[in-house]
């Protein structure tokens, strides 16, 4: 390679770099069911004693993957892992809907905020707002038995340090 060629290529280089660098890249997370499970209620103080509708409800809406986006009919779309529609509780693009956010903010790997809003849809709409736990785990049968699989009766919420 020449001189000419490497001088050239040098700021091309750095200019990469620097894109690369400065470009945030949306961080996603796979749970397990287990891993969930811990999960929201240690962590996000879920009940118990509806933990197995809202497991079966993210395995069928969301696959468990918090980067999920669904693109609907209705040119709405889905997003993250409780797959919150954006035509009534979340905005693209700027805050909005009924929970206040952007949709975008749905699909990474920070789940407070999905939970939040997942939280408010429930208690506006009841577990009936996804086709997922409609179709697939509204018969009490269907839903998994955590006790077993997660030791979910072992389970607490962790005292958070200003809690006493």
Sequence with gaps: MSRENVRMSVPLLLLCLLMMMGAKGVESKKYMRCELTRVLVETYRFQKTLMSNWICLVEHESSLDTNKVTSKENNSKNYGLFQINSRDYCAEGRRGGLCNMKCEDLSNDDISDD????????????????????????NTQNLPNLDVTCKLSTLSPIRSPNSF
């Design 115 to 138: 939970i939040a809003c997942a939280k408010t849809i429930q208690q506006r709409d009841g577990f009936k707002y996804w086709k997922g736990w409609s179709r697939y785990c509204r």
